[in-house]
């Protein structure tokens, strides 16, 4: 056979993959729930006055479509910003097993951010685990 060939012609290569447990996996979408709710009971005292709103409001566009989605303007308010600011952290130097991140202030809902002259560190853990046997 041809080299790297195994079996009925087939051919076999070594993949890395990450491996998500089932309980993180069960974790992660109870807090994605969870944001969610209380991403609706926001919107409820939003449209009580309770509480302020940041978001883009459209106004005298009858008869055309509507710019903005209900949910995706939903998601972006409730869910991508509170996410965004502990996932999307500026790196403060080459990425390894310890990495340095910028702290950043943020501004009011999470809407804008000033970086600010303090680093911190943080350790990557990220388990991969070769497929082959």
């Known amino acids: 056979g041809k080299k790297g060939k195994k079996g009925k012609g087939k051919q076999w290569y070594q993949r890395r993959v990450a ?3 089932g ?7 109870l807090n994605l729930a969870l944001l969610v709710i209380f991403g609706y009971i926001r919107d409820f005292l ?5 509480e302020r709103t940041l978001a883009a409001k459209e106004y005298g566009n009858e008869g055309f479509p509507s710019l903005y989605h209900e949910f995706e303007s939903f998601y972006h308010r409730n869910v991508y910003h509170r996410g965004s600011a502990l996932t999307a952290a500026p790196l403060a130097g080459t990425p390894g097993a310890v990495i340095e991140i910028i702290e950043r202030k943020w501004g009011a809902h999470l809407s804008s951010f000033k970086l600010t002259d303090q680093k911190r560190k ?12």
């Open 46 to 50: 939003r449209l009580w006055g309770y």
């Open 23 to 29: 309980g993180t996996a069960l974790v992660a979408y």
């Open 19 to 21: 491996i998500t447990a």
């Open 122 to 133: 943080k350790y990557r853990l990220r388990l991969c685990v070769d497929t082959t046997a």
